[in-house]
Structures are given as C-alpha cells and as structure tokens.
C-alpha cells in the first residue's frame, strides 16, 4: 500500500464518512445524534489501491422503528479525504419516470354509423354519431424497479376528449358500440357518447385519453395524470341530403 495512505489515514476517513452519514439529516442536536446512533448497525471500509479510493458504507435501522434496514454508500477520495454521499431519489419523481415502463393501451376513436353504409357515402347533417374507442381497458397495474426504488403503478382512465375536427370537443367516461344495424329508430342517438354535425365537411376525429397514476414506493404514496392521443383511421364526410319534388310524366 503507498505510503500516503496509512491505516491512520484510513480510519480517520472511516470516521469522516460515518460522520456525515450520521448528520445526513442536517446539523442534529446532542440527543438526536445520539438516537441515531444508536440504530447504526454496522460500517464497512474498503479501500481500492488501483484507483486511490476508500469505500465506506453503513447500514442503518430505520429511524421509524420499522426494523427495515437501508445501505447508504459513501465514496471517499483519498487525496482530498472527502466523503460524498449519493443525493436520496426522490419516489414521486422516480414514479413519473417509471411510468415510461406501463404499456397503456391506444384509445383509437371509433364511430357509427360508417358513411359506406349508404348509397351516398356520406354523415348526414344533423344524424347521430355514436363514439367509442378501440380499447375497452380501464385499468391498468404493475410493480417496476426505477433508479433502485421498487414501484407500484396503477393507471386509471378518467374519460377520453373527442375532438371532432368541426371545432366541437365531446368529453365522455363511458362509451357504447353501436351496431352495424340498429334496431327500432336508426337515428337514435348514443345512450352514452355521441355528436351531430351541423356543417358539411370532410373531419378527421382525434381522441384524448386521461389517465390517473396511482404509485406506492417505501410506504410513500403519490398520483399525477398523463394523457395520450390517437386519430381516426379514415376522414369522415358529412354532407347536406336534400329531397327534391318532381312531376310525374303522364
């Protein structure tokens, strides 16, 4: 071992770690210190010839008296005889990366009637427009591991915003499919999410999903919301009928 660092010197730094792990929690009074160290179960020294650094950990009961235990490493660079310990992860900010690792499913807007159900390729004005989505998913939940925290993560769909491309937006939390025959009265209108066109046009409908982020991390808990968007696969027309009088021949 080089002749700078001597047992001396390394346990002065072994000192040096345990003491700032020790006032981790900020400049504590005589008898907070005091019950910290009493939960302080066992520290560890290591030191790396090849890159001239001494490695001090240790392991530390829960001041909560849960009797969980927690490792906090600290790396001490021989040199300068300094301790720097790893800045905590903050589990709400963990979480909202975590999220990255929940497949959610795509709300693709669905629609009916289908303009090719008529002879005129086309939504009448006025004729109810039932709204749906591709995904009959509401709820979704995993447990991930995110910068060393274990996660659980449970999305929730709260609605989905259709925008119906006339400068309407339909918000809904429920949604019925509509039959590709309706019985009874075709322009009965959705008993759940729907839309009648006043203007003729060609729309593209676009649908906005909100969900709700539930996590649950080290007996933290916390939730956010996130959205995602999808449009429809294909432009809807709607156009104007007009019934037109004529004479019969004789």
């Known amino acids: 071992m080089p002749n700078r660092l001597t047992r001396g010197a390394l346990a002065v730094i072994g000192i040096l770690a345990v003491s700032m792990l020790l006032s981790f929690a ?3 009074t005589a008898s907070a210190k005091d019950h910290r160290q009493r939960h302080v179960n066992k520290i560890d020294t290591h030191y790396d010839e090849e890159s001239r650094t001494a490695r001090v950990s240790a392991r530390h009961r829960s001041p909560s008296g849960s009797g969980s235990s927690t490792g906090f490493p600290v790396v001490c660079d021989k040199t300068e005889e300094v301790c720097r310990i790893p800045d905590p992860v903050d589990p709400g900010t963990a979480a909202r990366s975590a999220v990255a690792q929940l497949t959610l499913p795509v709300n693709i807007p669905r ?3 289908q303009p090719n159900q008529n002879q005129w390729g086309i939504i009448p004005v006025g004729y109810p427009v039932w709204l749906w989505t591709s995904s009959t998913t509401t709820t979704l939940q995993k447990s991930v591991t995110q910068d060393g925290l274990s996660i659980s993560l449970t999305a929730r769909r709260q609605k ?7 400068g309407s937006t339909v918000a809904c ?3 019925t499919t509509r ?4 019985t009874g009265d075709p322009r009965r209108p959705s008993p759940t999410c729907g839309h009648e066109y006043q203007v003729t046009g060609q729309f ?3 649908a906005t999903t ?3 982020i539930s996590w649950q991390s080290g007996g933290q808990t916390g939730q956010f919301q ?3 968007s999808a449009s429809a696969a294909q432009i809807l027309p709607v156009g104007e009928l007009l019934s037109v009088i004529t004479e019969d021949s004789p």
């Open 210 to 212: 909100s969900w709700l």
């Open 26 to 28: 900020g400049a504590p």
């Open 179 to 182: 039959p590709a025959k309706l």
């Open 173 to 175: 939390t429920d949604f």
């Open 111 to 113: 629609y009916g009637p």
């Open 226 to 228: 996130i959205t995602d």
């Open 204 to 206: 593209q409908i676009t």
């Open 160 to 166: 989905v915003s259709f925008d119906m491309g006339d």
